[in-house]
């Protein structure tokens, strides 16, 4: 993927790890729309950064997801690149029948939602010289986190998905690209800005910029701190990993 000249769709990237991207890709000479369901954080990232555009988006509802196509093709023909950014997180005891709910919300969030957005959009962007969909996994879809475990499914479902989504278009012009965050420091489950076990947003932004520059034909963007989650099954350390994001 080139990492500049682009026009780029970030979904759900008013805050965390998709308004950081979304700041990093028009900083690099993009032209960035970011969309989300909050009117009023959109209008304050469009204030704040000169040449960004905000739409709203529920990826809950398809309805809402057309329009967003119809509205953002129709301003932006060149649209080449998107970046699928929807993940809640919410722990979860299988136990207690209210967690039902936080289930079916996070499926509909995390799974369905970029799920639709592809489908929405894929079919245009194939027709362009080049482009790019990005989608955004984490490394608890490598090793899940038992206290949220359908946040960690949902993961290893968009894992999967990309890995058959690249392969049914590798003979067109749109790159996949799946990027795994380790535990970052965003508002995501309280992780906050002063987790000390949680890479710095920053620096991770950063190492995924380099990364995408530098390995342009890359399939994975595994920053450094995630590659002990990636790889442990290869490396025989799953169960040590399971058992210390288990707490015990």
Same mark, same amino acid.
């Given at each position: ?6 026009? *780029? ?15 990093? +890709?028009? &900083?690099?000479?993009?032209? #960035? ?9 959109? /209008? ?8 960004? !555009?905000? !739409?709203?988006?529920?990826? @809950? ?10 509205? #953002? @093709? $129709? ?28 289930? &079916?919300? @996070? ?13 929405? +959009? ?7 010289? /080049? $482009? ?15 206290? @949220?475990?359908?946040? =960690?499914?949902?993961?290893?479902? *968009?894992?999967?998905?990309?890995? =058959? ?6 003979d067109t012009s749109a790159q996949v690209i799946e990027i795994a965050p380790p ?6 489950m309280g992780s906050g800005t002063d987790n000390e076990q949680a890479m710095p947003? /920053?620096?991770?932004?950063? !190492? ?8 342009? /034909? ?6 450094? %701190?995630?590659? %002990?989650? %990636?790889?442990?099954? $290869?490396?025989?350390?799953?169960? !040590? #990993?399971?058992?210390?994001? $288990?707490? %015990?």
């Amino acid at each position: 993927m080139k990492t500049t000249g682009n026009t *780029i769709l970030v979904a759900g990237g008013t805050s965390g790890i998709g308004l950081a991207l979304a700041l990093r +890709f028009h &900083e690099a000479g993009n032209k #960035v729309i970011v969309a989300g369901r909050r009117r009023d954080l959109l /209008d304050e990232i469009v204030a704040g950064h000169d040449g960004i !555009e905000g !739409e709203v988006l529920d990826v @809950t509802d398809q309805a809402s997801i057309t329009q967003l196509f119809q509205t #953002v @093709t $129709a301003k932006h023909p060149e649209l080449n690149a998107i970046i699928a950014m929807a993940g809640i997180m919410v722990p979860e005891k299988v136990l207690d029948p209210s967690s039902l709910e936080v289930t &079916e919300r @996070t499926v509909a969030t995390n799974l369905l939602g970029p799920i639709r957005l592809i489908h929405t +959009f894929a079919p245009f962007l194939v027709e362009q010289p /080049d $482009a790019a969909i990005l989608t955004v996994t984490s490394g608890l879809a490598y090793v899940p986190l038992p206290f @949220t475990p359908t946040y =960690s499914a949902t993961k290893a479902a *968009i894992h999967s998905y990309t890995e =058959s989504l690249r392969e049914q278009l590798r003979d067109t012009s749109a790159q996949v690209i799946e990027i795994a965050p380790p535990l970052t420091r965003t508002t995501l489950m309280g992780s906050g800005t002063d987790n000390e076990q949680a890479m710095p947003l /920053d620096e991770f932004i950063s !190492e995924t910029m380099s990364l995408l520059g530098t390995q342009p /034909d890359a399939e994975q963007i595994l920053v450094e %701190r995630v590659k %002990r989650q %990636r790889f442990a099954e $290869a490396t025989g350390t799953y169960d !040590e #990993v399971f058992a210390m994001q $288990a707490g %015990r």
